[in-house]
């Protein structure tokens, strides 16, 4: 049994009376630990608030959406290191995220060398990696997305992912209200768990690999359904604490 991992992205969401809102709707809730994690990743800035408001009980960790690829301290305006967000309590950073191999031109190698920096801080890097629908329909869509998890393997080997989570996020999935099917992420999961089995069998069938994409409290069961999905990436549904909290506990529910 993997145990799940349900991670909220909040993406560019929130103020300090959502993070207020929040952690009400938080409270009093308790999940089935031994069987779910949750995570929380608001913007950066909200990171002390949200993390110091968060009652022990529900034993949530705390993630940034990102961090810089430089490990040392110096002159880059405008990043934070993985180091300083471990020192604000962070336990886990997203890396990858397609909004910011797109937006913000991340290559592979920046990828790479982020998830690197996450792990030098002690963090774990939840790796994404995802097709974008012109890849798909030009079906080259386990093309792509072996091509972003392998520019990984290759820096931190298939041991690094022994502390670290993967997310697959199919581009066309997100914020569109088009989940990929069931069917789809379990083979698209079964690809890059064979990928990585290939090098390290054992590490491999530990790696939780989370789906994200238009996940919500209507399709996260059927999602857990399937023996290759081991939890999710959430945006839009987790902004609503209760929402997410449904999910995470469909996730608890699907683990075996
Ligand atoms: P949505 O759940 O809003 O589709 O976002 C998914 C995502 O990008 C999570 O990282």
Known sequence: ?????????????????????????????????????????????????????????????LGAQDCSSESDDGAYTGEVSARMLADMGCKYVIVGHSERRERCYEDDARVAAKFLAAQSAGLTPILCVGETAEERDAGRAEQAVSRQFEAVIERAGAAGFHAALLAYEPVWAIGTGRSATPEIA???????????????????SKLRILYGGSVKTGNAASLFSQAEIDGALV?????????LLAIAAAAAAGTD
């Not at 630990?33 to 022990?56: F, I, K, N, S, T």
């Not at 945006?235 to 929402?243: C, F, H, M």
């Open 186 to 204: 379990q083979s698209m999961h079964a690809l890059l768990r064979a990928a990585l089995a290939r090098r390290d069998a054992q590490t491999a």
């Open 235 to 243: 945006g839009g549904a987790s902004l609503v604490p209760e929402d």
């Open 1 to 61: 049994m993997r145990r799940a991992v349900v991670a909220a992205n909040w993406k560019m969401h929130g103020s300090r009376t959502m993070v207020r809102e929040y952690l009400s709707g938080l409270r009093g809730h308790a999940l089935e630990h031994d069987r779910v994690q949750l995570v929380l990743c608001p913007p950066m800035v909200y990171l002390p608030a949200l993390g110091g408001g968060l009652e022990p009980s529900l034993q949530a960790g």
